[in-house]
C-alpha cells in the first residue's frame, strides 16, 4: 500500500504540483530562480526533487520574508518560497486535501474545493431568514502568526499516522526566514503565501469547529479566521463570548476583542464584505469604496497611453469585483476609463437602461483622449443613441484631427442614416465641436441638394471653398440643376404689373405674412401687420422674399377662392421622396377636372404651381362676395368634381370656420423657399404660362350668382333617383348596421375616408367605436375591417379599445361637437324619436331597423343649394381626403351618454347580430362530445327578415316602450328557439360525417364542410351561394 509521503514524492504528482504552481506566475525566491527559469528546464527540476524526496534529502529553503500592508490593516507578515519548494508544498496540499477534507464540518467555508465566501453569506442570510437575527461576531487574533506547531503536528499525526509525511510539514512550517538582511528562525505560525498554509489552518481549527457545531449546529459558521453565530436571543451569544476564548485557549490562541461584537441584524451586520440586514443582502459600502478606489488610478489618461491596456486593465479589478459580489450596479465609475469597463461588465448583467442613466455623466469635455471619445462613441451605438455616438466622435476629431476611427464612423453613420434631416443634424453636431472639417461641409452640401434648399447648399459650398481653395466655384451649380430652372430663368419679374398685382390678390389689407424655412427643412409664415406695398411685391417677384395674403377681408368677404389639390403626408411618408413626380402629375389632373367643371360652370380657373408637390387653382369673382357664400359655393364645386384622388388632399382657401379670418395663401410667381422653385401659372399640359404678367392683365372674373345657377341645374341632372341601387357596403353588412351607415352621413363620410386616404383622427376612430360596435360582434369585425384601410392599423390595439369601450353610444350632440366643419358641410336629415331618458344618437337608425322590418335605404344628398343652407352650414370649410393635423391627438373624454340596457345593450352581450356570428357548441367540455363550430360568414340578405308587426305609435311613450319591450322579447325567444334546432342539426351532421368520407354536402342554398382538427374539434363551415 502507497503511503502518503510516496505519494508526495511521485514524479506525476510533482509535475501536477507545478503546473498549478507556474498558473499563478510566482516571484523568485531566495534563489532567484523565476518562474520562467525552473519551466525552461522543468524536467531535471522536477527529477531532482523526486528523487531528494524518494531518499529522504529534500530540505526545505529560507523563504523570503516582508510586511505586506491591505488599507488602514495592520501589515502581515508574508513568506515567499522558491520554485522548488513551491512545487513539494502545492505536491502536499494536494495529497493531504482529500484526507482533511473528510474531517472537516459544514461550519468550515475557507480554502475547500466547493466552497467559498459566497457560499457562507449565502447560510449566513439563510439563518437569518429562519428568525435568527441576534449575531456574534469575532476574529481570532493574529491567528496564521499564532499557530502552535507542536500542536499543530499532533494533530496532523493523528490524522494521518504518516511520520515522514509529519516531518515533511515540520521543515516547511519552520522553515528559516530571511529578512533585513539575516536568517531567524521561524518559531511559531505558519508562512502566509506557502501553499500549505491554508489547509493546516483548516485542520487546526477543527477542535473549534467541533466544539461549536456541536451546540449551535448550523447557525455557526467559519471562514478562516472569521467567526459568525446567530441566535434567537442575545442572552444565547453573551454565554458564547465566555465559552469560546476558553476553547481557543486549549488551541493556545485568543479573540480579537476589537472584531467582537453582539447585536441585531436589524440593525446591519458586515459579514465577508457583504453588508447584511432585515432587508436583504448586497455589498458593503466599505466594499465599493475600495473598488471605486482602485478605479482611481486610471483618473490620469495621457494623450499617448493606450487606452486599450488601461480599459483591459481596469476591466479585469470590476470583473473581478463581480465575481465575488455579483452586482455591479451599486458602484459609480470615477472616471471614463473606469466606466467603459463597468459598462462592459453591467451590460452583461442585463442593465442597459442603468448604463444609459450614468452616461450623462461622462459627456465629451470630461476626457482629452481621442480613443476614449471612439470608445465612448462605440457605448454609445450599443445603446441605440447615435446622436450622442456622433458628440463623442466629433470629440475625438477635436482632440485629434487626424482620428481615423473617429471618421470611418462618422462617415458609416452619415451612410446609414435614410434621412436627410436627421443627416444633417448628425453633420452639424461634429461641426459644433471641428468647425473646420471641410468632408462635413460637403455633406450638408449634398444633403441641402437632396431637399431642395439649395441657398443653404451655397452656403455650405462657401464653406467648403473657403476651407479649400484648389476646389472649383462652379461645382455647385454642377451639381445642383433642378429640371425646373429654366422655368424660373425663363420668367422676368419686371414684365409684372405691380400696382396690378396688388389690386388682383387684395386681401386683408391690414397685414400680410412672410415664408421662412430653417436649416432643417422647417418652414412656416410669420405674420406682418402692415399693408402689403409695392416693395414687398416686387421683393417676392424678384425672388427674395415670399409672401402670402389673408383672403377675408375685414368686412367678411373675399375676391377670389384658391383650391389646393396636395399630395397626403401619410402618401409621401409611404412612397418616398422619390414619388413627388408622380404625385405633381396627379395633382396636376385632378386640379384639370376642377378646372373643367369651372368652365363648364362658366368660369375660368387659374393653375398655379404650389412650389412643391400640388397644385392650386385661383377663381376670382366679380365683385367682393360674402365669405360664408363664397366657401358654401367652393364646396360644393369640389364634391361635383368627384373629390380627391388616392393620396389626394383637396383644401378651400380660406378655410376653417371662426378662424377664417387667419387663413393665409401664399401669392403666385415667388419663389418656394422650401424647395426654391418658382410658383408659376401653368397651362393644362403643365407647362408654364410663357408670359406670366399677361395672365394678370388677362384675368377673367366670375359672376357668383351664375356659377351659383348653373351649379345648382348641374347637380340637379345629375342627382341620382331614390330606386338608385344602395351602397355596395349594404352587402358586405347586415340591414340593421347598414340603416345606421347609409342614415349618418358622417359615418358614411369617416367610411369612405379611411378607404380613400388610408388615415382616420383619433377623434374619427373614436367615433366609428362608440357606434358601430353597438351591432355586436358583427359591428366589432366590421370596426376592424374600416380602421384596417389606415397605414397605421394595429388589431391588437383597436382590439383593446373595443374590450374597454363604455356601456353607452355616442350622441349626434357629440358628434357635432367633435366635428363641427363636417357636420355642417354633411347636414342632418334625421327624424330620431330618443326612448325615455334618452338622446339622439346614429345608433337609434340601428334599434329601428331591428324593430320595423328592413327597406333599402337612398342614397343621402351630400350637397345642398346654397340658398337653401344655413349661415352656419355656409361658414363650414371643406377638406375632401386625408386630413392632416399637426398636434398630438388627445384620448377624447366622451360625456354623459345614454344607457341602452334595457332597448339594445343586453341584445348586444346575449345575442348575435346576425344567426351565425358566434360559436354553437354540441357539448360543453365534459360530455366529451366534440365541438360543432359554424363560421362567421353571414348568408346573403335573400329575404327581409320575419318579424312581427310593430305597434302603432300612440301619444303615450310610456306604453309604446312597453310594446317594444315586449315584441323584443318574443324576438329574442324565437332567436333562442332557431339557435336551439341550429345546435341539434350541428350534432347530426357530425355524427353522419363522422361516418362517411366525403367531408362536404351541396344543397341549393350553400355548402357545408366538416372539418376536425387534432385537438378534436369539429368545425362545420357554411359557403353560401350569392
Request: overall charge negative; glycine content about 6%.
Amino acid at each position: 500500500m502507497t503511503t502518503l509521503y510516496e505519494k508526495v514524492a511521485n514524479r506525476a504528482c510533482l509535475e501536477t504540483a507545478w503546473a498549478t504552481v507556474k498558473a499563478k506566475r510566482p516571484p523568485p525566491g531566495i534563489d532567484r530562480v523565476r518562474w520562467e527559469d525552473f519551466d525552461a528546464n522543468a524536467e531535471h527540476h522536477l527529477e531532482r526533487l523526486a528523487q531528494e524526496l524518494a531518499d529522504g534529502q529534500y530540505r526545505h529553503l529560507p523563504v523570503m520574508g516582508f510586511e505586506r500592508r491591505r488599507g488602514d490593516k495592520r501589515p502581515r507578515q508574508v513568506g515567499i518560497a522558491t520554485m522548488r519548494d513551491r512545487v513539494v508544498q502545492q505536491a502536499l496540499a494536494q495529497v493531504l486535501t482529500p484526507v482533511i477534507e473528510g474531517l472537516l464540518l459544514p461550519c468550515c467555508y475557507a480554502y475547500r474545493p466547493g466552497r467559498s465566501a459566497v457560499g457562507a453569506v449565502r447560510h449566513a442570510a439563510k439563518v437569518i431568514g429562519e428568525g435568527y437575527l441576534w449575531a456574534l461576531q469575532m476574529d481570532i487574533h493574529e491567528f496564521f502568526d499564532s499557530i502552535d506547531h507542536e500542536l499543530l503536528l499532533q494533530l496532523l499525526f493523528k490524522l494521518t499516522a504518516d511520520a515522514a509525511v509529519v516531518k515533511l510539514v515540520s521543515t516547511m512550517v519552520r522553515a528559516r526566514v530571511f529578512k533585513q538582511m539575516g536568517l531567524f528562525d521561524h518559531l511559531c505560525g505558519t508562512h502566509q503565501g506557502s501553499g500549505i498554509s491554508p489547509l493546516l489552518s483548516n485542520l487546526y481549527l477543527h477542535p473549534l469547529d467541533r466544539y461549536l457545531w456541536s451546540r449551535h449546529q448550523e447557525r455557526y459558521l467559519r471562514y478562516s479566521d472569521d467567526l459568525i453565530l446567530f441566535a434567537k436571543e442575545r442572552e444565547i451569544l453573551e454565554q458564547a463570548c465566555l465559552e469560546i476564548p476558553q476553547a481557543l485557549k486549549e488551541l493556545k490562541l485568543a479573540v480579537c476583542e476589537d472584531k467582537t461584537s453582539v447585536r441585531h441584524v436589524s440593525e446591519g451586520i458586515v459579514y465577508l464584505g457583504y453588508h447584511m440586514d432585515s432587508s436583504g443582502v448586497g455589498p458593503s459600502r466599505k466594499s465599493v469604496e475600495t473598488l471605486e478606489e482602485r478605479l482611481r488610478a486610471f483618473d490620469r489618461v495621457r494623450p499617448m497611453d493606450s487606452v486599450a491596456e488601461k480599459l483591459a486593465e481596469a476591466t479585469r479589478v470590476v470583473r473581478g469585483w463581480r465575481a465575488y459580489y455579483g452586482d455591479c450596479t451599486v458602484v459609480t465609475p470615477p472616471n471614463a476609463i473606469a466606466f467603459l469597463a463597468w459598462s462592459d461588465v453591467v451590460q452583461e448583467d442585463g442593465h442597459a437602461a442603468t448604463v444609459r442613466s450614468r452616461l450623462k455623466d461622462f459627456g465629451p469635455e470630461t476626457y482629452q483622449n481621442a480613443d476614449l471619445g471612439v470608445h465612448i462613441g462605440d457605448l454609445c451605438l450599443t445603446l441605440g443613441l447615435p446622436n450622442q455616438a456622433v458628440r463623442h466622435f466629433a470629440r475625438s476629431l477635436e482632440l485629434n484631427p487626424e482620428c481615423t476611427p473617429a471618421k470611418e464612423r462618422i462617415r458609416r453613420l452619415q451612410n446609414e442614416t435614410k434621412s436627410p434631416l436627421e443627416v444633417i443634424a448628425k453633420t452639424r453636431l461634429v461641426l459644433q465641436s471641428r468647425p473646420d472639417w471641410r468632408e462635413g461641409y460637403e455633406k450638408l452640401r449634398e444633403e441641402y441638394v437632396r431637399l431642395g434648399l439649395y441657398g443653404f447648399a451655397q452656403k455650405a459650398h462657401d464653406k467648403v471653398l473657403s476651407l479649400d481653395d484648389t476646389l472649383s466655384p462652379g461645382l455647385l451649380e454642377a451639381r445642383t440643376t433642378d429640371p425646373v430652372a429654366w422655368e424660373t430663368a425663363a420668367f422676368d419679374y419686371r414684365t409684372v404689373d405691380q400696382d396690378l398685382f396688388l389690386r388682383v390678390f387684395e386681401g386683408r389689407l391690414e397685414a400680410h405674412a412672410k415664408q421662412w424655412v430653417d436649416e432643417n427643412g422647417r418652414w412656416g409664415f410669420v405674420r406682418v401687420e402692415r399693408p402689403l406695398k409695392k416693395r414687398d411685391v416686387y421683393k417676392h417677384l424678384k425672388g427674395e422674399e415670399t409672401l402670402a395674403v389673408y383672403p377675408v377681408t375685414a368686412t367678411d368677404t373675399v375676391n377670389f377662392l384658391v383650391f389646393d389639390v396636395d399630395t397626403a403626408k401619410k402618401a409621401i411618408l409611404q412612397h418616398g421622396e422619390a414619388a413627388l413626380d408622380e404625385f405633381r402629375r396627379q395633382a396636376h389632373h385632378d386640379a384639370l377636372r376642377l378646372k373643367h367643371l369651372c368652365a363648364n360652370l362658366g368660369c375660368r380657373l387659374y393653375l398655379e404651381d404650389s412650389g412643391y408637390k400640388g397644385r392650386h387653382g385661383w377663381l376670382f369673382f366679380d365683385k367682393p362676395i360674402d365669405a360664408g357664400r363664397a366657401m358654401c359655393l367652393g364646396r360644393q364645386i369640389m364634391q361635383a368634381a368627384g373629390g380627391p384622388s388616392p393620396s389626394m388632399v383637396w383644401e378651400l382657401y380660406p378655410m376653417g370656420k371662426s378662424q377664417r379670418h387667419q387663413s393665409l395663401i401664399k401669392l403666385p410667381l415667388g419663389i418656394n423657399q422650401k424647395s426654391k422653385r418658382r410658383c408659376l401659372f401653368v397651362e393644362d399640359d403643365g407647362d408654364p404660362v410663357e408670359d406670366q404678367g399677361l395672365v394678370l392683365k388677362t384675368i377673367e372674373r366670375a359672376s357668383f350668382d351664375d356659377v351659383s345657377e348653373r351649379l345648382s341645374r348641374l347637380r340637379h341632372l345629375e342627382e341620382p333617383p331614390a330606386s338608385a341601387t344602395p351602397d355596395r357596403e349594404a352587402w358586405d353588412v347586415s340591414p340593421p348596421l347598414q340603416t345606421m351607415i347609409s342614415r349618418c352621413g358622417v359615418l358614411r363620410h369617416l367610411i369612405d375616408k379611411a378607404k380613400a386616404t388610408h388615415y382616420l383622427t383619433h377623434f374619427e376612430r373614436v367615433c366609428l367605436l362608440y357606434t358601430l360596435t353597438f351591432a355586436g360582434a358583427e359591428g366589432e369585425a366590421y370596426l376592424h375591417r374600416v380602421i384596417g384601410y389606415c397605414l397605421n392599423y394595429s388589431r391588437a390595439y383597436t382590439q383593446r379599445q373595443i374590450d374597454q369601450r363604455k356601456d353607452s353610444p355616442i350622441s349626434c350632440a357629440r358628434i357635432m361637437e367633435l366635428f363641427p366643419e363636417l357636420t355642417e358641410a354633411l347636414p342632418c336629415a334625421c327624424d330620431l324619436k330618443p326612448p325615455v331618458r334618452g338622446y339622439p344618437s346614429p345608433v337609434l337608425h340601428m334599434l329601428a331597423a331591428e324593430i320595423q322590418p328592413a327597406s333599402a335605404p337612398s342614397e343621402a344628398t351630400l350637397a345642398h343649394e346654397a340658398d337653401e343652407l344655413s349661415p352656419a352650414e355656409c361658414e363650414a370649410p371643406a377638406v375632401f381626403g386625408t386630413q392632416e393635423e399637426d398636434g398630438k391627438e388627445e384620448p377624447v373624454a366622451l360625456g354623459p351618454l345614454l344607457d341602452f340596457e334595457h332597448l339594445f345593450h343586453a341584445e348586444a352581450e346575449d345575442a348575435p347580430a346576425t344567426l351565425f356570428n358566434e360559436p354553437i357548441e354540441a357539448a360543453d367540455a365534459s360530455s366529451g362530445k366534440p365541438k360543432i363550430q359554424v363560421s362567421e360568414a353571414p348568408p346573403p340578405a335573400r329575404e327581409p327578415r320575419c318579424q312581427p308587426p310593430c305597434p302603432e305609435p300612440t301619444q303615450n311613450i310610456q306604453a309604446r316602450v312597453s310594446a317594444l319591450a315586449l315584441e323584443y322579447c318574443r324576438l329574442q325567444e324565437a332567436v333562442l328557439r332557431r339557435r336551439q334546432r341550429l345546435q341539434e342539426l350541428g350534432e347530426a351532421l357530425d355524427g353522419i360525417f363522422g361516418t362517411m368520407q366525403e367531408r362536404c354536402i351541396h344543397t341549393p342554398v350553400g355548402e357545408i364542410s366538416w372539418v376536425r382538427d387534432a385537438s378534436g374539434i369539429a368545425t362545420l363551415t357554411v359557403r353560401w351561394n350569392r
